[in-house]
């Protein structure tokens, strides 16, 4: 269960703030099935979510111009996006790199701030 999960050839770095002596983190199959558990367990809180945010919106008079209505939808949104862009990540499809950490930075403090 602890085998290397080995990343495809010419599988670097790139962009700005990157060292040319920077070796990407070593995944292994468990990082892998609990990155899968955790995804699934995301997927599950987001359906939930999903279902009362639906039931929310049939409830308001005027969902479209609701604040309240919109912050659900865009949370549910950023949430779903960021498990997507972890999970990637993981999978060796997104490549690391400068860009890809400050949206994961960006789009985290941004659902903290939302959920004060």
């Known amino acids: 269960m602890g085998d290397k999960f080995a990343a495809p050839p010419g599988f670097t770095a790139w962009g700005p703030f990157v060292r040319d002596n920077y070796t990407p983190i ?14 699934g367990l995301a997927n599950f809180f987001a359906i939930t979510a999903a279902f009362i945010g639906v039931r929310q919106t049939k409830s308001c008079r005027r969902p479209r111009t609701s604040a309240y209505i919109w912050m659900i939808w ?42 004060d």
């Open 26 to 39: 070593l995944v292994t199959r468990t990082d892998i099935a609990l990155a899968a558990a955790a995804f």
């Open 74 to 115: 865009l949370e549910i949104a950023a949430s779903v996006a960021i498990s997507i862009e972890c999970l990637l990540y993981l999978l060796r499809i997104i490549r690391p790199s400068f860009y890809f950490f400050m949206s994961v930075c960006k789009y985290t403090t941004a659902l903290a701030s939302v959920l």
